[in-house]
């Protein structure tokens, strides 16, 4: 069945009209997300812009060549560069918004300069398949690497990759045999461009949703593991963590220890500065421990200025080097007020009877004795036989 251009036009205009709903979605969802869901704006923005750009190509011989030819293809390359940039800001990459403002401006020269000659239908059709080959291919290259992400990564991967293809058989076409002059006139080649090209910016708007969808159950599974103050794991999410490497610990026969750490005078603070500058303490704090452990160590709040961190395969000795680290760096920090920790060690004893309750026990028994003896030092509570020993560092 040979496709005219009413066809043409009515299956463009209905895949844009279906686009530009969604980005009514997209623009609601914007502002009912929260802030660290980045890029929703221009996700919400470029299918109205696509949309707008194929009802203008359908005035094309009844307006105006600026209006219906022009800006049309200037509407189409804001389209990618509004979806690029949305992408970027989604996943936290730099946006080099001069090199956006020069492109824009050379593509404008350009299409000024071929619009309404015919015989630059050609160069104008090889600049816009060429370009949006180009802004599809360079998001491909980002999202490559973060393919494993999740579905939607996947889906707006496949999809660019799907018009980088269909752009790349139009323009290798345009350059093997001469196309017939206007955007709806017939061609196997040409409907498949079309078709390819509104179905892309729909699969590319379906993409942007599902992506803000996943980004918001992340968010939602942060928050339910994460204190809201300082980022640390909530007491809840450390003691599932805790139980999860302790009963591994005791499969793999390998030692398994953790920190109970108390803000030295902390109430203090708070009294003499106020809670907001106490929160920021708690907050640094946090980053300063952060910046001395590795994976698949983890610091979680155990309640006000406590805090107990979890030291999957350590030593007694290993987890003594860790506190002294963590020390060191509360000494070296610049913020103020300044902060001293108590902090005591207590190590798994590989023993069938030996539990997350008792590790706790001990290393809470070891923290009370750092803060007897003075504060500000590292304690270790250890077992021998069935008797607790306590060792001062």
């Known amino acids: 069945m040979i496709l005219t251009p009413s066809i043409l036009y009515t299956i463009v205009a209905t895949t844009g009209l279906m686009s530009a709903l969604l980005s009514l979605v997209l623009y609601f969802l914007k502002r009912a997300y929260p802030k660290p869901i980045k890029g929703l ?7 109205v812009l696509a949309f707008f750009a194929s009802a203008l190509y359908g005035m094309q011989g009844k307006w105006h ?19 690029l940039r949305g992408t970027y800001k989604y996943f936290d990459i730099p946006v080099n918004t001069k090199l956006i403002f020069g492109i824009v401006f050379i593509a404008l020269l350009l299409i000024l300069w ?11 059709l090889l600049f816009m398949t060429g370009f949006l080959a180009v802004m599809c291919g360079a ?22 990759v799907f018009m980088c293809i269909a752009l790349g058989i139009r323009f290798i076409s345009a350059l093997i045999e001469q196309p017939p002059v206007g955007i709806f ?35 939602m599974v942060k928050l339910l593991r994460h204190d809201a103050l300082t980022g640390a794991l909530t007491r809840r999410t450390v003691f599932e963590y805790a139980e999860d490497e ?16 108390d803000l030295d005078h902390f109430k203090e603070i708070n009294d003499m500065h106020g809670h907001q500058l106490g929160d920021t303490v708690l907050t640094h704090f946090v980053h300063c421990v952060e910046d001395v452990l590795r994976r698949p160590s983890v610091i979680g709040r155990y309640g006000g200025e406590e805090f107990i961190v979890i030291l999957p395969e350590t030593s007694k000795e290993q987890a003594i080097q860790v506190a002294e680290r963590i020390q060191s760096q509360l000494r070296t920090q610049t913020v103020q007020p300044t902060v001293t920790a108590s902090i005591g060690v207590s190590c798994s004893m590989r023993m069938p009877h030996d539990t997350l309750d008792a590790m706790i026990g001990r290393a809470d028994a070891a923290l009370y ?16 036989g069935d008797t607790p020993l306590q060792q001062a560092h």
């Open 369 to 384: 004795a750092a803060k007897r003896k003075g504060r500000n030092r590292i304690e270790v509570e250890e077992m021998q």
């Open 139 to 160: 998001q491909v290259k980002v999202l490559w690497k973060r393919r494993r992400e999740g579905f939607a990564t996947k889906l707006l991967v496949v999809t660019l």
């Open 185 to 219: 006139v017939y061609t196997p080649v040409q409907a498949f461009y079309l078709a390819s090209n509104s179905i892309g910016i729909l699969l590319l708007s379906i993409s942007a949703m599902l992506l803000s969808s996943e980004q918001l159950r992340a968010e």
């Open 41 to 47: 704006g221009d996700w919400a923005l470029f299918p």
């Open 65 to 83: 060549h600026l209006i219906s030819m022009a800006l049309p293809n200037l509407l189409l390359v804001l389209t990618m560069l509004i979806q």
């Open 114 to 124: 071929s619009s309404g000659k015919s015989e630059y239908y050609l160069h104008r």
């Open 246 to 261: 302790l009963a591994r610990s005791a499969r793999r026969d390998v030692s398994f220890s953790m920190l109970l750490i």
